[in-house]
């Protein structure tokens, strides 16, 4: 194996891209609206509204850029993809290594909100961290993607790799929406060094694989309900990413407030409503993909991933074996299909299973002390183990 160089990174967009960004953003053009609009048929155009005129006149990118810039971060490259991440090491001399990997529509912005607290808790009795925080290839600042094949399984080699340039050995791993999948494809190509793994696990992914069997309980009932109604009402977007990535690309990179509709809808979505997603946090991810462009490499995850599957979600546990690391699994009530931990012990060796009182499918946006507290708790209970 090849070890390329790690280099040191620092956003810097470049003002021409800043001032072309409010030049489309002043000459949008809207689309027309059946009295008022609602719901159920998108993002409604008085919440687009809202949220382009902060876009405009409100939203500071060079701020964002500065406070992610808080954090040290590097690029290498891996497999022909460039791969960057934020690389935040803890003081602490019995902190151990931890890779946060995000999903769609997220960046490694995702976890700004925790990633001190993790590498040096206020609590110093706490577990602490040296925080691993890649942008998933094709996603962000590892993008765009140079060539197909970038699923999970890839992606997990790439990030092996990163972790022995930066020096780490023995790691955890959480992940949330397509970084779960990740996560678990992690602990299968670097079981050696993959000590545990930390998931939002994808209830939308087991309850696809049990749509056909009668619910053992009234906690089956529902999350099955509810898949139901995701394949049916709320997963045009998996499909168009899954099988006209390309197609999609062309409105979302030549119309910032369609990549702003495309996500923001699903920050909406999917978080709690009692603890949504701050509009600047969606206003920052949207910015990244902008930026970047990486609006169709992005989607390219859905096309890896699901394209041989009807329904989405229904295709990576299909086809991927046992994970026999511990695993713990954190389910956040709002999440789009909550996980149910007898389907998920048929794939994971579940050591740690917690029902958390809020938060949905952004847990690192919505709730960030929850999910501290989550993986603070499971590396202290790996310890306990050990």
Known sequence: ?????????????AQSDVDDLRRRLESARWPEEIDRTRP???????????????????????AHEADLNRFPQVTTEVDGQLLHAVHRRSPRPDAEPLVLLHGWPSTVAEFRHIVDELAEPADPSAPAFHVVAPSLPGFGFSGPLRERGWGAHRMADAIAQLMRRLGHGRYLAHGGDAGYQVAAALARVDGDQVGGIHLNLGGVGLAGLHRDEPPADDAEARA???????????????????TRPQTVSYGLADSPIG??????????????????????????TTSI???????????????????????????????????????????????????????????????????LPAGGHFSALERPDLLVGALQGFAAQLRAMA
Do not use: C
């Open 1 to 13: 194996m090849t070890s390329a160089p790690v280099h040191p990174f620092r956003i810097s967009v």
């Open 40 to 62: 159920e048929d998108g993002i409604t155009v008085e919440a687009m509204r809202e949220l382009v005129d902060r876009w405009r006149d409100g939203f500071d990118w060079r």
């Open 224 to 242: 099955l309900a509810l898949y139901t109604d995701y394949v049916r009402d709320k997963s045009a977007y998996a499909l168009l990413n899954a």
């Open 259 to 284: 990549q702003l509709a495309w996500i923001a809808e699903k920050f909406s979505d999917w978080a709690d409503p009692a603890h949504p997603v701050a509009v600047d946090d969606v206003l920052t």
């Open 289 to 355: 993909f902008w930026y970047t462009g990486t609006a169709a490499s992005s989607a390219r995850f859905y096309q890896e991933e699901y394209t041989a599957n009807r329904a989405p979600g229904t295709g990576p546990a299909t086809r991927r074996g046992f994970v026999d690391v511990p695993t713990a699994v954190s389910s956040f009530p709002s999440e789009i299909v909550p996980p149910i931990r007898r389907w998920a012990e048929e794939r994971y060796r579940i050591v740690r299973w917690s029902e």
